[in-house]
């Protein structure tokens, strides 16, 4: 009898942490979103990787050096210049399509947000990237004039849901500046009018299984190449472009 009472004890116990690994993951109170790790000082110690991480949502960090370029011309980049479809394909002219603006003013992203058509592992993605106030991720803004900071939840253009959140880093150093992206697929909310909304698809897409099931290894192996080639298009291009413009 008491070998069966420990049984029947030990086995809904046994069903409850599965559940419950299943729906929170392995560390159930940290927060996957690391993002003050973009800002460490040991530039070596920051590497391009693909991981999964213990909630069951996918890590992509690039890092991309930008010889000749400083931190404000990417800031010009984004808050002034970037406006058109041709612009956006010479940030990546295999794989960007198209892009327009939402709540765009010159010289201001957060709160804009960016649509854009764009390959990624070989299939078209159209996507809503909407920038935020980077102390949503860092508890304070980081941007000064050596540090270009941007963040943002992108989700999809043609359904009101997000499905990743990332930050570009940009921090100047003696040979130019230094980009470091992170990206993390599988945060999945319900927007409304640019705010983020309680809802059962949030609640049931941020279960770790459901990520788990939802992100493979090659979805962020994609998103990290595609992010590797347009960020080194984007440090060819700044040099010049920069000068050009902001010189004649």
């Known amino acids: 009898m008491k070998v069966l009472s420990s049984s029947l004890i030990i086995k809904p ?15 159930p109170f940290k927060d996957s979103v690391d993002a003050e790790i973009t800002l460490i000082e040991e530039t070596d110690s920051y590497l391009s990787e693909t991981r999964r991480l213990f909630d069951g949502s996918y890590l992509v ?6 010889p000749s370029v400083k931190a404000d ?10 406006n058109t479809t041709e612009h956006y ?8 399509v ?12 957060i709160g ?27 508890g304070y803004n980081p941007n000064n004039e050596d540090t270009f900071v941007i963040c943002a939840r992108a989700g999809l253009i043609d359904r009101e849901i997000n499905i990743a959140k990332m930050c570009h880093v940009v921090k100047n150093n003696e040979n130019g500046s230094e980009m470091r992206s992170r990206f993390w697929l599988g945060h999945v909310s319900t927007r409304k009018d640019n705010h983020i909304v309680p809802s059962l698809a949030g609640f049931l897409g941020n279960m770790a299984i459901s990520r788990i099931i939802a992100l493979g290894k090659k979805d962020a ?12 298009f984007l440090a060819r291009l700044l040099p010049s472009l920069f000068y050009k413009e902001n010189n004649s």
């Open 98 to 109: 198209w892009m327009d603006w939402e709540n765009k003013m010159p010289g201001e992203i």
């Open 73 to 82: 011309m990417v800031r010009w980049w984004f808050l002034n210049f970037l």
């Open 13 to 27: 116990f046994a069903l409850f942490l599965l559940l419950f690994l299943f729906i929170f993951g392995f560390k």
């Open 112 to 138: 804009a947000s960016h649509l854009v058509h764009e390959y990624i592992g070989g299939e078209l993605s159209k996507l809503r990237i909407q920038f935020v106030n980077p102390s949503e991720f860092f």
């Open 61 to 66: 960090a690039v890092r991309t050096p930008m």
């Open 89 to 96: 394909k010479w940030w990546h002219p295999n794989d960007h």
């Open 221 to 232: 192996e994609d998103l990290k190449l595609h992010a590797e080639e347009e960020m080194e």
